[in-house]
């Protein structure tokens, strides 16, 4: 099988000989070569590619590597080809940060940590399809990036904007809103200030991100988080007259059944009319309040904590149900990106309106009848029933709230006051930064004004010897002048300095890596025919949202374009749980408590890392490291050795003479068929940990048995070899093969054997466990009763008792219920 010859120990397993070997042997052989057929099903699995940072990876990192790994491999051993590819996200600020400190090229250093990172994936023994490697920094791979843009472009799916965005001031660049909470903390400052940006629309994708989460088996929780974070409601824009003003404001209302209890209204401070409806007395503080919006970050304003900060315009607007003039405040938590700008309030059902009228001293009217105070703020759909809601037109006194709001919308609609609407809190993506090391955006602008696409792909980046942003908050492009400007037939022109975010090259990488290698287009439709969708992705949870948006979204729009053939790009998804510091904290190097992969794999070994990350416990649940624990798993590899090797053995013996042919005790036999079920099942359902101590309490009756038979112990090795391979390549060789234990094909189990002839029955009272029996499979009820009668401890427990029920679940319990 291979020019290495077996590796002799016969009193303690040698992990580092071992896992180098196999692992040379995986790399010349190309083990894990992703084969170009269609003979097979397929399965794609994938893990969400990192981001190659100078710090490497932690034992936290490996956990989802590590479940990925198991999948491929078993899946292959099932008689799936499998793909199970690897690459970098690359692109990104830390590595300009620290060129811009050292004056080192992004590149460099990217080049530098992705080696680290691979040296760490290829000890652990993943079996990745190296060929298949790809780096979003890759011109090969950009050009396609830069080429979906171009398609968002012509389809009008990108387009400019002046918007208010999150600027940071020491980085010059643009923060997404889930950045600046962790750059705040750092020190950086963060306000909000108006940038000319470029801006793609997934809100005209909304509602099918919204009805096609139907379609993938993702956890619930996901699911909710995309559908929250979308946001889409049904309710009413409702046009306010202003008393003094030509113009009216328009409000969106997701509850006008509510409408008489509206006694005030908030606009945001960006709103068009803030200034115009400051009266004369109030202007000064007008402005000054708005200057002092546009310094906080969307987060300082939104938090549900933050004490709440308004000015009052001096103007008032009529409601329409009731003619009554109401106030219009402007304050910051009111943003323009959701609805109109403006909120009607309603304080008696709603907790920060209640906060905000208690503070200013305004009216508080109920307009739902609840069995709590007012002061509770009841707003539950299901119990709204509307009270003091009547005018000399309409009344939805008393109504169920869907029918109050058909006949509030109805009424509203009639009068020309309103119109239902469907709107999504989901915001366009704005999708610049002020950098250099990122994917430039092939557009270049004309004097005239005119905007043209780039001709040739891929627009790569200029060699620069500075990094840090121009003096006008653009980014290091716009100080390369002989980058930065050109002329051809249709005039001069300036290129684009933004560049894209990194989120551009992680929206599609899943279809790059099907066919790598194409230099005519971004993917052979044949081979995404046969590969998509991915059938399981694994990955933090930190990404429940938006890179899982962005991706859909980009995926959506290939769809339209006839580029994909799948409506969603992944079929499963599966968020593994956190791995925490051994002080049961999360991991930081500011907390001194992380712990490098490459130490831990020194001490132990590939293997023992890989088996301990899954023991742990279940995958997605979130539990601490104990290095100490890795000291078990290590015993359980050296009883897997000693199958083989024991300090009795004679040297000049053959491993592979030491394997009987002697059939096996029939319990040993039934154990054997069990323990293959339960792993294929646990396996196929991520439940590695159980899968591990199934196969754990197997050699450990090997072991008490005294037995060496070869179907037994290479059975053994099949099932452990997705999770333990090096042991298990070294082992399969040492019993006579010559083919990797990885083309072995996972063994099947006789169903006759996996069912007990004998069951334990317990014996419950009032379903309380009482006691317990043994009695043949599928006995019937007769003989169950009649048994549990028979024990001594339920018999103590029904004396004076009258027995009202009996309940039989076959072969598990008999339940007695007595009074």
């Not at 053959?654 to 294929?680: F, Q």
Request: overall charge negative.
């Amino acid at each position: 099988m291979t020019e290495i010859s077996f590796i002799r120990n016969t009193m303690k397993y040698d992990f580092s000989k071992t896992e180098k070997k196999w692992q040379a042997y995986w790399q010349q052989q190309e083990s894990f070569k992703t084969a170009e057929t269609a003979d097979k099903p397929k399965y794609y699995v994938l893990d969400m590619f990192p981001y190659p940072s100078g710090s490497g990876l932690h034992v936290g990192h490996l956990e989802g590597y590590t479940a990925s790994d198991i999948t491929a491999r078993y899946k292959r051993s099932c008689g799936f080809n499998v793909l199970h590819p690897m690459g970098w996200d690359a692109f990104g600020l830390p590595a300009e940060q620290f060129a811009i400190k050292t004056g080192t090229h992004p590149r460099i250093t990217t080049e530098q940590n992705i080696r680290s990172f691979k040296e760490t994936l290829q000890a652990m023994g993943f079996s990745y399809d190296w060929s298949r490697e790809i780096n979003t920094t890759d011109p090969g791979y950009f050009k396609w990036t830069q080429w979906i843009f171009l398609r968002l472009y012509e389809m009008g799916l990108a387009y400019m904007s002046e918007v208010d965005v999150n600027w940071c001031e020491e980085l010059k660049t643009v923060l997404a809103n889930e950045e600046v909470e962790e750059k705040i903390a750092d020190g950086y400052t963060v306000i909000r200030r108006p940038l000319r940006q470029w801006v793609l629309k997934i809100t005209a994708y909304a509602e099918r991100l919204i009805a096609d989460l139907d379609e993938v088996d993702w956890p619930e929780n996901v699911k909710q988080m995309q559908r929250n974070w979308i946001g889409r409601s049904e309710g009413v824009e409702i046009d306010f007259e202003l008393r003094c003003h030509k113009s009216k404001l328009k409000v969106y209302t997701t509850r006008p059944d509510t409408l008489f209890g509206a006694t005030y209204l908030v606009i945001s401070p960006e709103h068009p009319l803030a200034e115009k409806l400051a009266t004369a007395p109030q202007l000064v503080a007008v402005k000054e309040y708005i200057r002092q919006a546009k310094l906080k970050t969307e987060l300082e304003r939104t938090g549900l904590q933050k004490e709440k900060t308004g000015v009052f315009t001096g103007s008032y607007a009529i409601n329409p149900a009731t003619n009554e003039p109401l106030p219009v405040w402007i304050s910051d938590f009111v943003l323009t990106s959701y609805g109109t700008g403006a909120i009607m309030s309603v304080p008696a059902h709603d907790q920060r309106d209640w906060e905000f009228a208690k503070q200013y001293n305004l009216p508080i009217i109920e307009v739902i009848k609840s069995p709590h105070n007012v002061e509770e703020k009841v707003f539950d759909e299901k119990n709204s029933i509307p009270v003091n809601s009547s005018n000399s037109e309409i009344s939805i006194d008393g109504l169920p709230f869907r029918e109050a709001f058909e006949c509030m919308a109805s009424w509203l609609e009639s009068k020309n006051l309103g119109a239902r609407k469907v709107n999504y809190k989901l915001r366009d993506w704005i999708f610049s930064r002020q950098r250099y090391w990122g994917e430039p955006i092939p557009i270049k602008h004309y004097e005239d004004g005119t905007l043209r696409t780039e001709t040739t792909l891929p627009l790569v980046l200029p060699e620069v010897e500075a990094y840090h942003p121009s003096s006008t908050g653009e980014s290091p492009l716009a100080n390369i002048a002989e980058w930065l400007l050109g002329s051809d037939e249709f005039g001069v022109f300036r290129r684009e300095t933004n560049t894209m975010p990194q989120w551009a090259g992680s929206c599609w990488y899943y279809l790059r890596f099907i066919d790598p290698a194409n230099t005519n287009a971004l993917i052979d439709p044949e081979k995404e025919r046969y590969w998509m969708n991915v059938d399981l992705y694994i990955g933090g949870a930190e990404h429940a949202v938006l890179h899982l948006l962005y991706a859909r979204f980009w995926h959506k729009v290939l769809f339209d374009l006839g580029v994909v053939s799948t409506r969603e790009p992944f079929r499963k998804l599966f968020n593994q749980g956190m791995i925490l510091g051994e002080d049961n904290e999360k991991m930081s190097k500011s907390r001194g408590n992380v712990i490098p992969a490459d130490h831990v794999l020194e001490r132990y070994g590939a293997d023992a890392v890989r088996l301990y990350e899954m023991f742990l416990g279940p995958l997605e649940q979130v539990k601490p490291w104990n290095t100490n624990g890795i000291e078990g798993i290590s015993r359980f590899l050296s009883k897997v050795w000693r199958l083989f090797h024991s300090d009795s053995d004679r040297d000049e013996e053959s491993p592979a003479a030491k394997l009987s042919e002697d059939p096996m005790p029939e319990e040993l036999l039934r154990k054997m068929h069990k323990t293959i079920r339960k792993v294929g099942e646990d396996t196929e359902n991520l439940k590695f940990n159980t899968a591990i101590s199934e196969m754990m309490v197997f050699v450990n009756e090997l072991h008490k048995a005294g037995c060496r038979n070869r179907e037994a112990v290479e059975t053994l090795l099949i099932l452990l070899a997705p999770y333990a391979p090096h042991i298990t390549e070294e082992l399969w060789e040492a019993a006579g093969h010559n083919s990797s234990i990885s083309k072995a094909p996972f063994p099947s189990y006789r169903p006759e054997l996996v069912e007990d002839s004998v069951l334990t029955i317990a014996v419950q009272i009032n379903g309380k466990l009482r006691g317990t029996f043994q009695a043949p499979a599928k006995s019937p009820k007769a003989l169950l009763l009649e048994e549990a009668l028979k024990v001594e401890s339920v018999i103590k427990f029904l004396e004076g008792k009258s027995i009202v029920r009996e309940i039989v679940v076959p072969d598990k319990l008999v339940n007695f219920a007595v009074k």
